[in-house]
């Protein structure tokens, strides 16, 4: 049966309502209009619906909408200022990191929380952490560059 | 494809949570920690549970600590926890290897400690550990409490002992003793994806030998579990080369691994060897990390 589900995503508070059975990912695209946030696998293997939710990154078709009720989500929509692209958006676009971009948002997501991180990832656990997420197009080398080149400038801001 | 439709509960305490369990139990009610094995099988429509009881609102369940000679790690403990050592010593380190090796990062930071032993998926790197190093589970309902030792846990491919009204509420873990050394490795052929083979040893070195040897292979057969042929290879022995790879090769001979088209029985058999051999090497050669 639908329930109200009230969700805080980029800031916006969204009022719902769906089934306990709907995941985060299928609330944000179908009932919040959200669909920056892609699903590609729908069984936790591929990373594409990739959102951060309080701080962590996390699969958003492995976790039902009702549980993510009270907690902060952010998703690509929320990564640009205005017209300004967020650094890691821009550090993508000047290194070539994504082709048919059906993988960027979750890596977008993924990588943002890294490099935000009060403690930044070293290199190593930084290549673990981009091995989440599956790409088909650019065989991942340029999306490490771009994810070590925004790290810098975000922390030359 | 979706879930099945379900009824979900969101207890915030502990009783909550085991009275509810009691209830749904007989409704297909099952526990969800991170939802990580969960949601992807629910999914599939492989489970269809009738009932959701969700443990991560309840306070006090996150609990990790030493108590006496045990490493307690409670129901709410994800993987993510273990990225840096939380305790000092062989095993603070042993839990950060292995750490690495469970799924991936976003997948880490949801999924919980006990909701691998409760899966009980036989390529799980902490049931190995909890195999391994004899780990006890504590299972509560509102019939009681039971410890369960993890020999009698572990029943099969995706089969644990604990009942459809219990919840796994912490597991404990012995600590080893001061001149104890432990190494791991696994195989898998994508990173973060469930591996082929895996090993964990411990040993304590004493006078320059090794005594108390536990030798445990995990992804191989239904459940991980220690392998005595290679134990008594090592027990008492001093630790050579030689004889990690005469003990790798016991284990090798010892395991039924099941043959599969992409990977025979005997491809798993070299891959038990080379683990066995390697986690040897690592308990040997590892340096201990400082605590934060
Ligand atoms: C792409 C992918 C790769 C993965 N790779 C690995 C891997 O390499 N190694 C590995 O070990 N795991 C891997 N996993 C699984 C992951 O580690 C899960 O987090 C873990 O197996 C289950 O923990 P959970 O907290 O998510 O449990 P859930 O998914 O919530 O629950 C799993 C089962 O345990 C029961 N359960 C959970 N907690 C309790 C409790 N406290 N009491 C009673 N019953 C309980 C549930 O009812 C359910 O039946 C992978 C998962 C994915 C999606
Ligand atoms: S759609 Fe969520 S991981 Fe693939
Ligand atoms: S850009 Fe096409 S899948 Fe990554």
């Known amino acids: ?157 | 494809m979706k879930p099945v439709a379900f009824e979900y509960h969101s207890p915030h305490s502990l009783d909550e949570a085991l009275a509810t369990l009691a209830r749904v139990a007989p409704l297909e009610g099952r526990v969800i920690a991170g939802g990580q094995s969960l949601v992807p099988a629910m999914a599939f429509r492989l489970v269809r549970p009738g009932h959701l009881v969700d443990i991560n609102g309840i306070a006090g369940l996150d609990h990790l600590r030493v108590e006496a000679d045990e490493l307690v790690i409670g129901a709410c403990v994800r993987h993510a926890i273990f990225h840096r050592p939380v305790v000092a010593g062989v095993l603070g380190r042993a839990l950060t290897d292995i750490a690495a090796h469970v799924a991936h990062y976003p997948i880490r930071m949801r999924g919980t400690f006990c909701g691998s032993l409760a899966q009980a998926d036989p390529a799980s790197e902490w049931c190995l550990l909890a195999m391994t190093l004899g780990a006890r589970m504590i299972v509560r309902s509102v019939r009681g409490e039971r410890s369960i030792p993890a020999h009698a846990f572990f029943q099969g491919v995706m089969s644990t002992d604990i009942q459809p009204d219990e919840l796994l509420t912490e597991v404990r873990i012995p600590l080893p003793h001061a001149q104890a050394r432990i190494g791991f490795d696994e195989f898998s052929r994508r990173r973060g994806d469930f591996a082929l083979a895996m090993a964990l040893v411990q040993f304590d070195l004493l006078d320059g030998r090794m005594k108390a040897v536990r030798v445990g292979v995990g992804a191989v057969e239904a459940t991980a579990r220690r392998i005595e042929a290679a134990e008594q290879t090592l027990e008492g022995g001093m630790p050579t080369m030689d004889r990690f790879q005469a003990a790798a090769r016991a284990a090798a001979q010892a395991v039924d691994p099941s043959d599969q088209p992409q990977v025979p029985a005997v491809y798993r058999r070299e891959l038990v060897e080379s683990c066995v051999r390697r986690a040897l090497e690592r308990a040997l050669s590892a340096t201990l990390p400082k605590l934060p």
């Open chain 1, 1 to 157: 049966m639908k329930q109200p589900i009230t969700l805080q995503v980029n800031q916006n508070t969204y009022d719902i309502e769906a089934e306990p059975r709907r995941t985060l990912a299928d609330a944000l695209r179908e009932d919040c209009g959200l669909t920056g946030t892609h699903l590609g696998c729908e069984h936790g293997v591929c990373g594409a619906c990739t959102v951060i939710v309080d701080g962590d990154p996390m699969r958003a078709c492995l976790m039902f909408a009702v549980q993510a009720e009270g907690r902060a989500i952010r998703t690509v929509e929320g990564l640009a200022a205005g017209a300004t692209l967020h650094p890691l958006q821009q550090a993508f676009i000047d290194h070539h990191a994504l082709q048919c971009g059906f993988c960027t948002a979750g890596f977008l997501m993924l990588a943002t929380s890294l490099i935000e991180r009060a403690d930044p990832p070293d290199d190593q656990e930084l290549l673990d952490a981009l091995s989440s997420n599956l790409c088909r197009c650019t065989g991942y080398k340029n999306i490490v560059n771009a994810v070590r080149a925004a790290s810098v400038a975000l922390r030359q801001r």
